[in-house]
């Protein structure tokens, strides 16, 4: 399932080490059957670090995320095993779903070319069959998290918290 959801326009920037990082992105579902439309949303994922970590917030804590509790149950499970999402608070926010006639492939290209036009580089684009597109901002978060970590310890080291 991880395979069949992908960030076909990734962001370059890193979270912040203190406070809450807004990551923006566009999702784009296919159709859940042959010759159906396929759909975008605009959405975002806040992500928290808590200031203070105590033993109630020592696990990851996921508002608006999920639509089931199977999915909920799968990302407990693989997260389980990462240190990287641990004391974090994640809250999903999501716009209504737009119904586009194009293929995925075509509405993708078009929210490209806009993105481009706005000079945009902090907005995602995420691709994923029906009903995967909890998975895809999953992911979508998890590597955003995982790419900033070398450079949130570095401004650890920098304020004194870590040593060098």
Known sequence: MWESVAIVRPVHYSLFTFGETELLYWLVQDADREKTPVSIARGEVKVTRPLIITPDNSQPEFQNFFDDDDTAGMADFLLARSAAFSHLRFNRRQGPEQIVSDSVEEAVAKLNRQLDLED??????????????SLAVLRYTAERIAQSASDNIQELKERGFLPD
């Open 120 to 133: 945009e580089d902090r907005v995602a684009i995420l691709t994923a069959p029906s009903g995967l597109g």
